[in-house]
């Protein structure tokens, strides 16, 4: 048959339209072809998302799909707890108890908090502590927006990408950290005692590291022993390289000082 969009003799699978025809109506609401990795806003006024099917976000999507419309719900029709925006923000605060602290006032009660916490700026803002030291209360929360935007017509990998560089220059210390405890079980505090342990220097040739990346000296790299996974100090990056090129042989470190002895 005939699809009566792409005018091709193809077979019919939903709606009158062939397989393609269909998955694009399905998602944007159109049957128009669009460039792979285009961004597709939503069709609704004023919204910012992207549409992910038949031309809705999938905030407008669940709207229509609860209510019937795409309105926003006013706060005196919420009807139960369920339906309230803050919800979200106080199930993560929760969810992520055991990473910091909760005041008693917001631990059990969710209405106390929505009534300390207020309306939320917009539907991009996110949720945090203002002093990471504190628990979650009335007088230590803050509303931040996203450091990166997506660029209109950004496909997702190029867009996660760019995010993903941009929160590793703003948390340096953070990522750091995250890296240290991935790859060898070691906070950065220990990282950093060691290293005072060390003297601050590499501990074979007792010099500081000169390696650098973009214009930057870089840490001491950390040694350990792949077998067992030991942490066993911090070297330079040319003693570390020498290790490895030795497959930290000792038998063949000591043939290669007879070596260089005779």
């Known amino acids: 048959m005939t699809c009566p969009s792409c005018k091709r003799e193809i077979k019919i699978v939903a709606k009158g339209y062939c397989r393609a025809c269909y998955e694009r109506f399905h998602k944007t609401g159109t049957t128009e072809y669009q460039r ?5 806003p939503c ?35 919420w009807g139960s707890v369920e339906k309230h925006p803050l919800l979200h923000s106080w199930r993560w605060m929760q969810r992520y ?24 700026p917009s539907s991009k803002h996110k949720f945090y502590r203002a002093d990471d030291t504190k628990p979650h209360g009335p007088g230590n929360f803050v509303w931040k927006l996203s450091v990166t935007e997506r660029v209109e017509g950004e496909d997702d990998r190029t867009f996660k990408n760019r995010r993903a560089k941009v929160y590793r220059a703003v948390r340096k210390e953070a990522h750091t950290g995250y890296d240290l405890k991935k790859n060898y079980s070691l906070t950065l505090a220990e990282y950093d005692a060691l290293l005072q342990k060390q003297g601050g220097c590499c501990a074979i040739c007792e010099k500081d ?24 100090g911090l070297l330079c990056t040319r003693c570390n390289t020498g290790l490895g090129n030795f497959s930290d042989d000792i038998d063949r470190l000591k043939q290669a000082i007879d070596y260089l002895g005779k």
């Not at 976000?57 to 709207?63: A, I, Q, V």
């Not at 059990?108 to 009534?115: E, G, R, Y």
């Not at 000169?210 to 066993?232: A, N, P, W």
Request: proline fraction near 2%; glycine fraction near 8%; aromatic fraction near 4%.
């Open 97 to 120: 108890s055991g990473m910091h602290d909760i005041c008693p006032q917001w631990e059990d009660d969710f209405l106390q908090f929505a009534l300390d916490v207020g309306d939320k």
């Open 209 to 232: 590291e000169t390696m650098k990346i973009k214009g930057k000296v870089i840490r001491l790299s950390v040694d350990h022993c792949h077998e067992t996974g030991k942490v066993r």
């Open 36 to 40: 792979k990795g285009k961004r597709t």
């Open 43 to 77: 069709h609704i006024k004023d919204c910012e998302n992207d549409a992910i099917t038949k031309g809705l976000c999938d905030k407008h999507r669940k709207r229509l799909e609860r209510h019937g419309h795409t309105e926003d719900t006013r706060p005196d029709s």
